[in-house]
């Protein structure tokens, strides 16, 4: 009988001790599940909207950048240096066709855009990759990196004549 009766107490005593716990990890589990800002503002008729594209559409590019026109023609040679330098630091994250499906890209969060379809975007004037590829992900917290002091801007203008090219059909 005494024995039950210690048992008992245990057993309650676990259950009370067990109980806190059990609601935080639901807590936590709640937390998780919340969508990512990108996510919520995905439709059907809009399935692939970025958090850089959001940003746009409430802000606009920013002043510093919002007049920028590319300077360049689209020339083979342009284009050509243009593809050199994205392969060389680019294409780890988006990938040689651009379609931000490496590893590296995939792990990064928000991942690294798929620019096949950044391209046939509206939003993607000269004006917004110019402010994307000089600023990276600074202005809206992302792992994007900034190449305005490791490019020229002549060299980012080819760079983006070549992202051009990555367009899908
Ligand atoms: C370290 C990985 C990494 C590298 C290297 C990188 N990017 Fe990105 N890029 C990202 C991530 C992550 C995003 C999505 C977040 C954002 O837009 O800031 C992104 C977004 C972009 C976008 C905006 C696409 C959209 O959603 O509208 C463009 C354009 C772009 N990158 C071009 C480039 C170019 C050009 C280079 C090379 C000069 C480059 N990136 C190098 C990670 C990278």
Redesign the pocket.
């Known amino acids: 009988m005494k024995r039950f009766y210690f048992l008992t107490v245990m057993v309650f005593i676990t259950a009370v001790l067990a109980l806190p716990g059990c609601e935080k990890k639901a807590e936590e589990e709640k937390v998780e599940e919340k969508p990512e800002v990108t996510e919520e503002a995905v439709t059907e008729e809009e399935p692939y909207v ?4 959001l940003y746009v559409r409430e802000n606009g590019v920013p002043e510093d950048y919002k007049d920028k026109a590319n300077p360049l023609e689209a020339t083979e040679e342009n284009i050509e240096r243009g593809k050199e ?2 392969r060389t ?6 990938g040689k066709e651009g379609l ?1 499906d490496t590893p ?2 995939r792990s ?8 096949s379809v ?1 391209m046939g ?1 509206p ?2 004037t000269d004006a ?2 110019f402010w ?2 000089s600023e ?2 600074l202005p ?1 917290k ?4 900034p ?1 305005k002091s ?2 020229s801007e002549e060299d ?1 203008w080819k ?2 004549l070549y ?1 051009k090219t990555l367009k899908a059909e």
């Open positions: 970025t958090k850089r594209i330098l994205y630091h680019c294409s780890m994250c988006h931000g590296a890209g990064l969060t928000p991942p690294a855009s798929d620019l950044t975007m939003e993607a917004y990759l994307t590829v990276g992900g809206i992302t792992p994007m990196l190449f490791t490019f980012r760079i983006i992202e």
